[in-house]
């Protein structure tokens, strides 16, 4: 019994605290971000955020290798546009990131740690 009030109880905090809306909104805006992107690049990049007081801290876009198509500053404005558009607030930081892999296996670019990748802060 005490562990269904204890989940009551946590579930009512969530709800009035507005994470579980924050939380479930900031999905939705990160898949609208990534078929943004896929669009103007032909590249589905993964998107991740970080949310902090109701307040939009860093959103990291990855890209699975470099975007040849577009100079840089062009895709850094691009990745801009989309992140402000769609998460409806400019972020404190945007990251854009591109795994550099070995090439010869596209999945495992992915899995690239962080410090083998390439950052630019926008």
Same mark, same amino acid.
């Given at each position: 019994?005490? &562990?269904?009030?204890? @989940?009551?109880?946590?579930?009512?905090? +969530?709800?009035?605290?507005?994470?579980?809306? %924050?939380? $479930?909104?900031?999905?939705?805006?990160? /898949?609208?971000?990534?078929?943004?992107?896929?669009?103007? $690049?032909?590249? =589905?990049?993964?998107?991740?955020?970080?949310?902090?007081?109701? &307040?939009?801290?860093?959103?990291?876009?990855?890209?699975?290798?470099?975007?040849?198509?577009?100079?840089? *500053? #062009? +895709? /850094? #404005? %691009?990745? *801009?546009?989309?992140? $402000?558009? #769609?998460? =409806?607030?400019?972020?404190? !930081?945007?990251? @854009?990131?591109? /795994?550099?892999? !070995?090439?010869?296996?596209?999945?495992?670019?992915? &899995? %690239?740690?962080? /410090?083998?990748?390439?950052?630019?802060?926008?």
């Amino acid at each position: 019994m005490s &562990r269904i009030a204890a @989940l009551v109880f946590l579930t009512i905090s +969530l709800a009035g605290c507005d994470v579980v809306s %924050t939380l $479930t909104d900031g999905f939705k805006y990160k /898949a609208a971000v990534e078929d943004d992107l896929q669009k103007a $690049t032909g590249i =589905k990049p993964q998107v991740g955020f970080n949310w902090s007081n109701g &307040r939009l801290v860093l959103v990291t876009v990855l890209f699975p290798k470099v975007v040849d198509e577009k100079p840089l *500053r #062009e +895709l /850094a #404005e %691009t990745v *801009r546009h989309a992140v $402000t558009t #769609e998460f =409806k607030q400019k972020p404190d !930081n945007i990251e @854009l990131v591109f /795994a550099i892999g !070995n090439g010869s296996n596209p999945a495992a670019q992915l &899995r %690239t740690p962080p /410090a083998a990748t390439h950052q630019a802060a926008l």
